[in-house]
């Protein structure tokens, strides 16, 4: 599936999929048509996103939209106050007899004169943002994410990370708000975080990130959401009345709640997570298309695993909670062979 990108001259980055608005509105109102009393067009009828334009009163409220057709898309003035131009020329110089204009790689749209966008197209739909925080074995965290990037990549995702003191709650926030712009009803989202927990929550650079406000931020993504928690008292994010829809939530510790890490065999230097190590071993040896529920059965059949879990249900494409809470056995080495 190719995607939009739509490129602000800040550097923000909007991915559209589907049909969306483009004007002026509320937080409240992002995924629904601006102003409900004005027709709206049969082309937006399963609007996917608005993309808000905030403090600029020269943008009216539907101002434009943008329609999908295959893997083309088209560009449509809503009669805005203002007009809309791509590359400088008016798309609606009738606002009788409005157009669908398309959208070429490098095209330039420009609202009222006054917002910008340049125009380009991708393959990806796959994102992951891995996160790590902890003082100790800072090794295991560096070699799992390596080696998950390293697995991740040949499966077309685009990995973001965010490391030790880079890894504070504000720019986890921000980071997944950025990730709201770019994901659409199709792509895939993947979250991993390996470090050290609390009773309450994550630990982000001296701070706690709990589960409601880490949930808060991923249900505003779209598509399919993955969690992958490596840290002690993993078990607060397998809530099931804070987890998403869409999401599929997969988090490890130990007996006492405390996740460990283990030697990779060979390299008395490195350490890589257990559970991080369990999941790139499977991505290693199953080289086709990403199933993570083809991962969940690999290690409930694990001789070396104790598992603690209700069963993982799945309605349609909408994923609920998984509660998979692993108990590791003294037998940790035989994740390195």
């Not at 598509?223 to 804070?242: M, Q, S, T």
């Not at 879990?309 to 692993?326: A, H, Q, S, Y």
Request: glycine share 6%.
């Amino acid at each position: 599936m190719t995607t939009l990108i739509l490129t602000q001259d800040n550097g923000q980055r909007f991915v559209v999929g589907g049909p969306t608005q483009l004007g002026r509105s509320k937080l409240e109102d992002r995924n629904t048509w601006a102003v409900p009393s004005r027709a709206r067009s049969d082309l937006f009828q399963d609007l996917e996103v608005l993309i808000r334009i905030e403090e600029c009163g020269s943008i009216s409220r539907n101002h434009a939209g943008i329609y999908r057709r295959d893997d083309q898309y088209f560009l449509l003035d809503l009669n805005s106050l203002n007009g809309t131009t791509i590359n400088g020329v008016n798309i609606n110089p009738d606002p009788d007899n409005q157009q669908l204009r398309q959208l070429h790689e490098n095209d330039v749209i420009s609202l009222a004169k006054r917002i910008t966008f340049t125009v380009s197209f991708s393959e990806t739909t796959k994102y992951a943002l891995l996160v790590g925080n902890g003082e100790n074995h800072t090794g295991a965290m560096y070699t799992t994410f390596s080696a998950l990037q390293q697995q991740l990549r040949r499966r077309d995702f685009e990995v973001h990370y965010l490391l030790g003191d880079d890894a504070s709650k504000q720019e986890i926030k921000s980071k997944l708000e950025e990730f709201r712009h770019l994901t659409v009803k199709d792509s895939q989202f993947f979250f991993a975080y390996h470090g050290h927990g609390s009773y309450h929550g994550l630990t982000a650079a001296g701070q706690i990130i709990n589960p409601r406000e880490l949930y808060e931020r991923i249900a505003r993504l779209k598509g399919e959401k993955v969690i992958f928690i490596d840290a002690c008292n993993a078990e607060l994010f397998v809530d099931e009345h804070l987890v998403p829809p869409e999401t599929l939530v997969i988090a490890s510790y130990g007996v006492n709640r405390a996740a460990a890490e283990t030697r990779v065999v060979g390299d008395e230097s490195s350490y890589i997570g257990r559970f991080g190590q369990a999941l790139v071993e499977y991505l290693k040896s199953h080289p086709e298309d990403l199933k993570w529920m083809d991962f969940y059965h690999e290690l409930y059949k694990s001789t070396n695993l104790k598992l603690a879990m209700k069963e993982p249900m799945i309605t349609g494409k909408e994923m609920t909670v998984l509660d998979m809470v692993r108990e590791f056995m003294a037998r940790p080495a035989s994740f390195n062979r």
